[in-house]
Protein backbone atom coordinates (compact mmCIF):
# COMPACT_ATOMS: atom_id res chain seq x y z
CA UNK A 1 0.00 0.00 0.00
CA UNK A 2 1.27 3.53 -0.91
CA UNK A 3 2.15 6.16 1.34
CA UNK A 4 -0.71 8.21 -0.56
CA UNK A 5 -3.83 5.20 -0.05
CA UNK A 6 -6.54 5.63 1.80
CA UNK A 7 -6.17 4.39 4.96
CA UNK A 8 -8.74 2.52 6.96
CA UNK A 9 -10.52 4.31 9.95
CA UNK A 10 -8.33 3.76 13.37
CA UNK A 11 -5.47 2.15 11.11
CA UNK A 12 -1.89 2.75 12.89
CA UNK A 13 0.41 1.23 10.10
CA UNK A 14 3.43 2.85 9.16
CA UNK A 15 2.51 4.09 5.88
CA UNK A 16 -0.50 5.80 8.00
CA UNK A 17 1.69 7.52 9.88
CA UNK A 18 4.29 8.83 7.08
CA UNK A 19 0.91 9.83 5.21
CA UNK A 20 -0.02 11.98 8.32
CA UNK A 21 3.25 13.17 8.88
CA UNK A 22 3.46 14.37 5.37
CA UNK A 23 0.04 16.27 5.51
CA UNK A 24 1.08 17.44 8.53
CA UNK A 25 4.85 18.53 8.15
CA UNK A 26 5.55 19.45 4.42
CA UNK A 27 5.73 23.58 4.22
CA UNK A 28 3.17 24.35 1.30
CA UNK A 29 5.61 25.16 -1.15
CA UNK A 30 7.36 21.34 -0.69
CA UNK A 31 3.31 19.94 -0.97
CA UNK A 32 2.76 21.99 -4.34
CA UNK A 33 5.98 20.59 -5.52
CA UNK A 34 5.00 16.83 -4.65
CA UNK A 35 1.28 17.15 -5.98
CA UNK A 36 2.48 19.14 -9.15
CA UNK A 37 1.16 16.29 -11.14
CA UNK A 38 -2.03 15.63 -8.58
CA UNK A 39 -2.13 12.47 -6.46
CA UNK A 40 -0.36 9.23 -7.59
CA UNK A 41 -1.45 5.97 -6.83
CA UNK A 42 1.73 3.74 -7.71
CA UNK A 43 0.52 0.55 -6.94
CA UNK A 44 -3.30 0.82 -9.00
CA UNK A 45 -4.78 -2.65 -7.31
CA UNK A 46 -6.13 -3.69 -10.77
CA UNK A 47 -3.62 -2.60 -14.06
CA UNK A 48 -5.31 -2.81 -17.47
CA UNK A 49 -4.18 -6.05 -18.89
CA UNK A 50 -2.93 -3.78 -21.99
CA UNK A 51 -0.30 -2.31 -19.84
CA UNK A 52 3.19 -2.70 -20.60
CA UNK A 53 4.84 -0.76 -18.42
CA UNK A 54 5.84 -3.38 -15.61
CA UNK A 55 6.71 -2.01 -12.37
CA UNK A 56 5.31 2.02 -13.51
CA UNK A 57 1.85 3.21 -13.17
CA UNK A 58 0.00 2.18 -16.54
CA UNK A 59 -2.54 4.76 -15.92
CA UNK A 60 -0.43 8.20 -15.86
CA UNK A 61 -1.73 10.42 -18.70
CA UNK A 62 0.74 9.84 -22.14
CA UNK A 63 -1.02 12.14 -24.70
CA UNK A 64 -4.31 14.39 -25.07
CA UNK A 65 -5.03 14.85 -28.30
CA UNK A 66 -8.31 17.19 -29.71
CA UNK A 67 -9.88 16.78 -33.49
CA UNK A 68 -12.62 18.89 -34.81
CA UNK A 69 -14.88 17.12 -37.46
CA UNK A 70 -17.55 17.99 -39.05
CA UNK A 71 -20.75 18.15 -38.45
CA UNK A 72 -19.45 20.67 -35.48
CA UNK A 73 -18.26 18.52 -33.04
CA UNK A 74 -14.88 18.95 -30.88
CA UNK A 75 -13.83 15.39 -29.56
CA UNK A 76 -10.99 14.94 -27.18
CA UNK A 77 -9.00 11.98 -26.99
CA UNK A 78 -6.82 11.02 -23.87
CA UNK A 79 -4.26 7.55 -24.08
CA UNK A 80 -2.63 6.91 -20.94
CA UNK A 81 0.82 5.26 -20.50
CA UNK A 82 -0.66 1.77 -20.14
CA UNK A 83 -2.55 2.03 -24.09
CA UNK A 84 -5.95 2.82 -22.53
CA UNK A 85 -7.87 5.38 -24.87
CA UNK A 86 -10.35 7.25 -23.18
CA UNK A 87 -12.99 9.92 -25.55
CA UNK A 88 -14.61 12.65 -24.68
CA UNK A 89 -16.43 15.59 -26.33
CA UNK A 90 -15.80 19.37 -25.88
CA UNK A 91 -18.06 20.77 -28.47
CA UNK A 92 -19.00 24.58 -27.97
CA UNK A 93 -21.28 25.45 -30.77
CA UNK A 94 -19.18 28.18 -32.38
CA UNK A 95 -16.74 28.79 -30.73
CA UNK A 96 -13.99 25.61 -32.04
CA UNK A 97 -10.89 28.27 -31.67
CA UNK A 98 -11.58 28.89 -28.02
CA UNK A 99 -11.88 25.66 -26.64
CA UNK A 100 -9.39 24.54 -28.64
CA UNK A 101 -7.09 26.80 -27.13
CA UNK A 102 -7.87 25.66 -24.18
CA UNK A 103 -7.49 22.34 -24.82
CA UNK A 104 -3.92 22.90 -25.70
CA UNK A 105 -3.38 24.62 -22.56
CA UNK A 106 -4.81 21.31 -20.55
CA UNK A 107 -3.27 18.87 -22.08
CA UNK A 108 0.20 20.85 -21.83
CA UNK A 109 -0.54 20.84 -17.53
CA UNK A 110 -2.32 17.13 -17.56
CA UNK A 111 0.11 14.99 -19.44
CA UNK A 112 1.71 12.58 -16.74
CA UNK A 113 -1.13 12.60 -14.13
CA UNK A 114 -2.92 9.36 -12.66
CA UNK A 115 -6.21 9.55 -15.31
CA UNK A 116 -7.72 7.65 -12.07
CA UNK A 117 -7.90 10.68 -9.81
CA UNK A 118 -10.60 11.99 -11.83
CA UNK A 119 -11.81 13.97 -9.04
CA UNK A 120 -8.49 16.09 -8.55
CA UNK A 121 -8.03 16.64 -11.88
CA UNK A 122 -10.70 18.39 -12.05
CA UNK A 123 -10.47 20.31 -9.34
CA UNK A 124 -6.76 21.31 -10.32
CA UNK A 125 -8.24 21.93 -13.54
CA UNK A 126 -11.34 24.24 -11.96
CA UNK A 127 -9.75 25.87 -8.89
CA UNK A 128 -6.12 26.05 -9.14
CA UNK A 129 -6.00 28.06 -12.07
CA UNK A 130 -7.87 31.33 -11.19
CA UNK A 131 -10.32 31.89 -13.46
CA UNK A 132 -13.10 29.69 -14.13
CA UNK A 133 -16.46 28.71 -15.75
CA UNK A 134 -17.97 30.12 -18.89
CA UNK A 135 -18.49 28.30 -22.18
CA UNK A 136 -14.82 28.09 -22.98
CA UNK A 137 -12.72 26.58 -19.89
CA UNK A 138 -15.51 24.68 -18.96
CA UNK A 139 -16.33 22.85 -22.23
CA UNK A 140 -12.16 22.07 -22.67
CA UNK A 141 -12.49 20.72 -19.34
CA UNK A 142 -15.81 18.88 -20.27
CA UNK A 143 -14.13 17.11 -22.63
CA UNK A 144 -11.45 16.06 -20.88
CA UNK A 145 -13.39 15.16 -17.72
CA UNK A 146 -15.80 12.88 -20.10
CA UNK A 147 -12.26 11.27 -21.37
CA UNK A 148 -11.92 10.20 -18.14
CA UNK A 149 -14.62 8.42 -17.03
CA UNK A 150 -13.97 6.42 -20.48
CA UNK A 151 -10.95 5.61 -19.06
CA UNK A 152 -11.80 4.88 -15.80
CA UNK A 153 -14.93 2.18 -17.11
CA UNK A 154 -12.89 1.08 -19.64
CA UNK A 155 -9.93 -0.16 -16.88
CA UNK A 156 -12.34 -1.53 -14.23
CA UNK A 157 -14.21 -3.11 -17.48
CA UNK A 158 -17.78 -1.60 -16.27
CA UNK A 159 -19.64 1.25 -17.75
CA UNK A 160 -19.38 4.89 -16.31
CA UNK A 161 -23.19 4.48 -14.71
CA UNK A 162 -21.67 1.69 -12.40
CA UNK A 163 -18.86 3.86 -11.07
CA UNK A 164 -21.23 6.42 -10.44
CA UNK A 165 -23.75 4.29 -7.66
CA UNK A 166 -25.28 1.40 -10.24
CA UNK A 167 -28.49 1.93 -12.30
CA UNK A 168 -31.54 3.24 -11.42
CA UNK A 169 -33.56 2.21 -14.98
CA UNK A 170 -33.65 -0.03 -17.74
CA UNK A 171 -33.63 3.08 -19.96
CA UNK A 172 -33.51 6.59 -20.79
CA UNK A 173 -36.29 8.28 -22.29
CA UNK A 174 -35.77 10.57 -25.31
CA UNK A 175 -36.34 13.29 -28.03
CA UNK A 176 -35.51 14.26 -31.26
CA UNK A 177 -35.56 17.69 -32.69
CA UNK A 178 -38.43 18.79 -35.65
CA UNK A 179 -38.49 22.31 -37.50
CA UNK A 180 -35.16 23.64 -37.50
CA UNK A 181 -34.02 27.20 -37.01
CA UNK A 182 -36.98 28.65 -38.77
CA UNK A 183 -39.95 26.24 -37.44
CA UNK A 184 -42.44 24.96 -40.53
CA UNK A 185 -43.99 21.75 -41.54
CA UNK A 186 -43.17 20.18 -38.22
CA UNK A 187 -46.11 18.45 -38.30
CA UNK A 188 -44.68 16.11 -41.75
CA UNK A 189 -41.49 15.23 -39.37
CA UNK A 190 -43.02 14.91 -36.10
CA UNK A 191 -45.35 11.86 -38.30
CA UNK A 192 -41.37 10.64 -39.43
CA UNK A 193 -40.29 11.35 -35.71
CA UNK A 194 -42.88 8.96 -34.55
CA UNK A 195 -42.53 6.35 -37.16
CA UNK A 196 -38.81 6.43 -36.09
CA UNK A 197 -40.05 5.23 -32.38
CA UNK A 198 -39.99 8.63 -30.67
CA UNK A 199 -42.98 9.96 -28.31
CA UNK A 200 -41.56 12.94 -27.91
CA UNK A 201 -40.26 15.90 -30.16
CA UNK A 202 -38.63 19.64 -29.53
CA UNK A 203 -39.19 22.12 -31.69
CA UNK A 204 -38.32 26.15 -31.36
CA UNK A 205 -41.12 28.17 -30.53
CA UNK A 206 -40.92 31.11 -32.90
CA UNK A 207 -38.34 32.64 -35.54
CA UNK A 208 -36.85 35.85 -34.75
CA UNK A 209 -39.16 37.95 -33.17
CA UNK A 210 -38.83 41.31 -31.88
CA UNK A 211 -38.62 42.79 -28.77
CA UNK A 212 -42.13 43.72 -28.65
CA UNK A 213 -44.07 41.58 -31.67
CA UNK A 214 -46.77 41.77 -33.00
CA UNK A 215 -49.20 39.09 -31.11
CA UNK A 216 -49.86 37.52 -34.28
CA UNK A 217 -46.14 36.38 -34.82
CA UNK A 218 -47.38 34.10 -31.65
CA UNK A 219 -50.32 32.36 -33.46
CA UNK A 220 -48.26 29.80 -35.53
CA UNK A 221 -46.86 28.77 -32.53
CA UNK A 222 -49.83 27.72 -31.29
CA UNK A 223 -50.90 25.91 -34.03
CA UNK A 224 -47.85 24.05 -34.82
CA UNK A 225 -48.30 22.69 -30.95
CA UNK A 226 -51.98 21.92 -31.24
CA UNK A 227 -51.17 20.21 -34.86
CA UNK A 228 -48.28 17.25 -32.83
CA UNK A 229 -50.56 16.61 -29.90
CA UNK A 230 -52.99 15.91 -32.29
CA UNK A 231 -50.91 12.38 -33.57
CA UNK A 232 -50.75 11.67 -29.96
CA UNK A 233 -47.40 12.88 -29.17
CA UNK A 234 -45.97 15.29 -26.42
CA UNK A 235 -43.57 18.27 -27.58
CA UNK A 236 -41.28 20.74 -25.94
CA UNK A 237 -40.79 23.89 -26.93
CA UNK A 238 -37.74 26.11 -26.98
CA UNK A 239 -38.21 29.52 -26.84
CA UNK A 240 -34.12 29.48 -27.57
CA UNK A 241 -33.98 32.94 -25.40
CA UNK A 242 -34.95 34.79 -28.80
CA UNK A 243 -38.60 36.31 -26.85
CA UNK A 244 -38.08 38.82 -24.06
CA UNK A 245 -40.64 39.91 -21.27
CA UNK A 246 -43.71 41.33 -23.34
CA UNK A 247 -43.60 38.26 -25.96
CA UNK A 248 -42.81 35.42 -23.50
CA UNK A 249 -44.91 36.05 -20.88
CA UNK A 250 -48.03 35.73 -23.99
CA UNK A 251 -46.54 32.98 -25.58
CA UNK A 252 -46.84 30.79 -22.44
CA UNK A 253 -49.98 31.80 -21.19
CA UNK A 254 -51.20 30.89 -25.35
CA UNK A 255 -49.53 27.66 -25.05
CA UNK A 256 -50.79 26.87 -21.29
CA UNK A 257 -54.11 24.90 -23.05
CA UNK A 258 -52.49 22.83 -25.47
CA UNK A 259 -50.01 21.21 -22.57
CA UNK A 260 -46.42 21.13 -23.78
CA UNK A 261 -43.87 18.87 -22.31
CA UNK A 262 -42.34 21.98 -21.48
CA UNK A 263 -41.17 25.51 -22.62
CA UNK A 264 -37.47 25.89 -22.25
CA UNK A 265 -35.33 29.26 -21.75
CA UNK A 266 -38.31 31.24 -22.30
CA UNK A 267 -36.30 34.10 -21.21
CA UNK A 268 -32.23 34.78 -21.27
CA UNK A 269 -29.79 33.32 -18.99
CA UNK A 270 -29.07 35.91 -15.95
CA UNK A 271 -32.60 36.90 -15.26
CA UNK A 272 -33.20 34.27 -12.05
CA UNK A 273 -36.40 36.30 -10.76
CA UNK A 274 -37.63 37.34 -13.67
CA UNK A 275 -38.00 33.76 -14.77
CA UNK A 276 -39.77 33.48 -10.93
CA UNK A 277 -42.29 35.80 -12.03
CA UNK A 278 -43.33 34.37 -15.31
CA UNK A 279 -42.68 30.62 -12.98
CA UNK A 280 -45.43 32.13 -10.72
CA UNK A 281 -48.13 33.34 -13.81
CA UNK A 282 -48.15 30.01 -15.63
CA UNK A 283 -48.51 26.14 -15.39
CA UNK A 284 -46.26 24.64 -17.71
CA UNK A 285 -42.72 23.41 -17.05
CA UNK A 286 -39.89 25.47 -17.24
CA UNK A 287 -36.57 24.26 -18.14
CA UNK A 288 -33.00 25.92 -18.61
CA UNK A 289 -29.64 25.56 -18.19
CA UNK A 290 -27.51 24.90 -21.63
CA UNK A 291 -26.08 27.86 -20.83
CA UNK A 292 -25.14 27.67 -17.57
CA UNK A 293 -21.99 26.14 -16.33
CA UNK A 294 -21.39 24.16 -12.53
CA UNK A 295 -23.28 24.38 -9.63
CA UNK A 296 -22.29 27.69 -9.07
CA UNK A 297 -24.88 28.78 -11.77
CA UNK A 298 -27.74 26.86 -11.37
CA UNK A 299 -27.99 27.79 -8.00
CA UNK A 300 -29.41 31.16 -8.23
CA UNK A 301 -32.12 29.10 -10.46
CA UNK A 302 -32.70 26.39 -8.00
CA UNK A 303 -33.16 28.61 -4.97
CA UNK A 304 -35.39 31.04 -6.78
CA UNK A 305 -37.69 27.98 -7.33
CA UNK A 306 -37.97 29.30 -10.52
CA UNK A 307 -37.64 26.38 -12.92
CA UNK A 308 -38.79 22.38 -13.24
CA UNK A 309 -36.39 20.95 -14.97
CA UNK A 310 -32.36 21.63 -15.21
CA UNK A 311 -31.06 21.25 -18.57
CA UNK A 312 -26.88 20.59 -17.82
CA UNK A 313 -24.83 20.43 -21.35
CA UNK A 314 -22.33 17.78 -20.40
CA UNK A 315 -20.20 19.06 -23.00
CA UNK A 316 -20.17 22.57 -21.40
CA UNK A 317 -21.32 22.21 -17.43
CA UNK A 318 -18.19 20.19 -16.21
CA UNK A 319 -18.77 16.97 -17.84
CA UNK A 320 -19.68 13.46 -15.85
CA UNK A 321 -18.15 14.63 -12.73
CA UNK A 322 -19.91 18.17 -12.44
CA UNK A 323 -23.54 17.01 -14.17
CA UNK A 324 -23.94 14.20 -11.49
CA UNK A 325 -23.55 17.24 -8.82
CA UNK A 326 -25.81 19.25 -10.38
CA UNK A 327 -28.50 16.40 -10.65
CA UNK A 328 -27.86 16.03 -6.94
CA UNK A 329 -28.29 19.58 -6.10
CA UNK A 330 -31.54 19.96 -8.62
CA UNK A 331 -32.96 16.48 -6.50
CA UNK A 332 -33.53 19.02 -3.49
CA UNK A 333 -34.92 21.32 -4.86
CA UNK A 334 -37.60 18.53 -6.50
CA UNK A 335 -36.04 19.59 -10.07
CA UNK A 336 -35.78 17.21 -12.58
CA UNK A 337 -32.65 16.58 -14.99
CA UNK A 338 -33.21 16.64 -18.68
CA UNK A 339 -29.65 16.81 -20.37
CA UNK A 340 -29.46 19.45 -23.19
CA UNK A 341 -27.70 17.36 -26.20
CA UNK A 342 -28.12 18.63 -29.67
CA UNK A 343 -24.16 17.18 -30.23
CA UNK A 344 -22.07 14.14 -31.00
CA UNK A 345 -22.33 10.79 -29.70
CA UNK A 346 -19.68 11.26 -26.94
CA UNK A 347 -21.76 13.99 -25.45
CA UNK A 348 -24.73 11.79 -26.00
CA UNK A 349 -23.60 8.50 -24.31
CA UNK A 350 -21.60 10.79 -21.49
CA UNK A 351 -25.64 12.35 -20.84
CA UNK A 352 -26.89 8.59 -20.74
CA UNK A 353 -24.56 7.15 -18.80
CA UNK A 354 -25.96 10.28 -16.06
CA UNK A 355 -29.50 9.07 -16.64
CA UNK A 356 -28.93 5.40 -15.66
CA UNK A 357 -27.84 6.31 -12.73
CA UNK A 358 -29.88 9.57 -11.77
CA UNK A 359 -32.80 8.96 -10.00
CA UNK A 360 -33.96 12.56 -11.28
CA UNK A 361 -33.09 12.14 -14.86
CA UNK A 362 -36.32 12.97 -17.12
CA UNK A 363 -35.16 12.79 -20.61
CA UNK A 364 -32.46 13.33 -23.00
CA UNK A 365 -31.84 15.67 -25.97
CA UNK A 366 -30.62 13.17 -29.28
CA UNK A 367 -29.32 14.52 -32.15
CA UNK A 368 -29.83 11.71 -34.74
CA UNK A 369 -30.96 13.29 -37.98
CA UNK A 370 -31.16 17.03 -36.45
CA UNK A 371 -31.42 19.71 -38.55
CA UNK A 372 -27.51 20.67 -37.91
CA UNK A 373 -26.47 17.21 -38.71
CA UNK A 374 -25.94 18.22 -42.40
CA UNK A 375 -22.91 17.30 -45.27
CA UNK A 376 -23.92 13.59 -44.71
CA UNK A 377 -22.41 13.69 -40.72
CA UNK A 378 -24.78 12.38 -37.96
CA UNK A 379 -25.20 10.93 -34.78
CA UNK A 380 -23.48 7.39 -35.88
CA UNK A 381 -21.21 8.73 -38.71
CA UNK A 382 -18.07 8.11 -36.05
CA UNK A 383 -19.52 5.10 -34.51
CA UNK A 384 -18.51 1.19 -34.65
CA UNK A 385 -21.67 0.24 -32.85
CA UNK A 386 -24.52 2.61 -33.76
CA UNK A 387 -27.17 -0.31 -32.58
CA UNK A 388 -26.41 1.22 -28.76
CA UNK A 389 -28.39 4.12 -29.82
CA UNK A 390 -32.19 2.46 -31.14
CA UNK A 391 -34.87 4.65 -30.34
CA UNK A 392 -37.61 2.24 -29.03
CA UNK A 393 -40.80 3.76 -27.81
CA UNK A 394 -39.15 7.06 -27.21
CA UNK A 395 -35.97 5.66 -25.33
CA UNK A 396 -32.55 3.89 -25.43
CA UNK A 397 -31.70 1.06 -23.81
CA UNK A 398 -28.88 0.46 -21.50
CA UNK A 399 -25.79 0.89 -22.15
CA UNK A 400 -23.69 -2.08 -20.99
CA UNK A 401 -19.87 -1.66 -22.66
CA UNK A 402 -17.18 -0.37 -20.45
CA UNK A 403 -16.79 3.04 -20.10
CA UNK A 404 -18.95 5.49 -22.23
CA UNK A 405 -20.12 2.03 -23.94
CA UNK A 406 -19.93 3.05 -27.68
CA UNK A 407 -17.35 2.28 -30.31
CA UNK A 408 -15.56 4.59 -32.11
CA UNK A 409 -13.93 4.81 -36.10
CA UNK A 410 -10.37 6.59 -34.76
CA UNK A 411 -9.14 5.93 -38.52
CA UNK A 412 -12.12 8.20 -39.92
CA UNK A 413 -11.98 10.60 -37.20
CA UNK A 414 -7.92 11.52 -37.95
CA UNK A 415 -9.07 11.97 -41.47
CA UNK A 416 -12.06 13.98 -41.17
CA UNK A 417 -10.18 16.28 -38.95
CA UNK A 418 -7.72 17.12 -41.67
CA UNK A 419 -10.59 17.91 -44.03
CA UNK A 420 -12.47 19.50 -41.91
CA UNK A 421 -9.17 21.80 -40.50
CA UNK A 422 -9.31 23.42 -43.89
CA UNK A 423 -12.82 24.73 -43.71
CA UNK A 424 -13.78 27.16 -41.01
CA UNK A 425 -15.66 26.30 -38.38
CA UNK A 426 -19.43 26.07 -37.46
CA UNK A 427 -20.90 29.38 -36.38
CA UNK A 428 -24.32 29.90 -35.25
CA UNK A 429 -26.90 32.36 -37.84
CA UNK A 430 -27.20 35.73 -37.15
CA UNK A 431 -30.65 37.35 -36.66
CA UNK A 432 -31.82 40.59 -37.22
CA UNK A 433 -35.04 42.33 -37.78
CA UNK A 434 -36.47 44.55 -40.44
CA UNK A 435 -34.85 47.87 -39.18
CA UNK A 436 -31.41 46.22 -38.72
CA UNK A 437 -31.18 45.43 -34.97
CA UNK A 438 -29.40 42.38 -33.96
CA UNK A 439 -32.13 39.76 -32.41
CA UNK A 440 -31.20 36.61 -30.87
CA UNK A 441 -30.51 33.60 -32.33
MG1 LIG B 1 -32.36 25.21 -26.16
Known amino acids: MSANAPQPIGASTAAADISAKEATYLPPSELAIKYAKGIHNHS???????????????HLIKKIEHFYIRPRWLFVRIETEGGVVGWGEATCEGH?????????????????????????????????????????????????DIALWDIKGKVLGVPVWQLLGGKVRERCNV??????????????????????????????????????????????????????????????????????????????????????LF??????????????????????????GERLFTREDYRPYFEERCIDIA????????????????????????????????????????????????????????????????????LFTYMKNPEVFAVKQGAIEL??????GIELNEELIRSEAQEAAKLDPWINPIFRG?????REW
Open 399 to 404: LTGPGL
Open 311 to 378: QPDIAHSGGITETKKIATMAEAYDIGIAPHCPLGPLAFAASLQIGFCTPNFVVCEMSWKMHYNTGGFD
Open 44 to 58: PAAPHPSSTASGSNP
Open 96 to 144: TESVQGSLDDMARRLVGWDAMNIEDIYTFMYRARFYRGGPTLMSALSGI
Open 175 to 260: YGWVGGDRPSDVLEQAKVRKAQGFTRVKMNATESIGWLDSPHALDETVQRLADIKAIGMDAGLDFHGRLHKPMAKQLAKLLEPHRP
Open 434 to 438: PDGAV
Open 263 to 288: IEEPLLPGHPKEMKDLYDKVNIPIAL
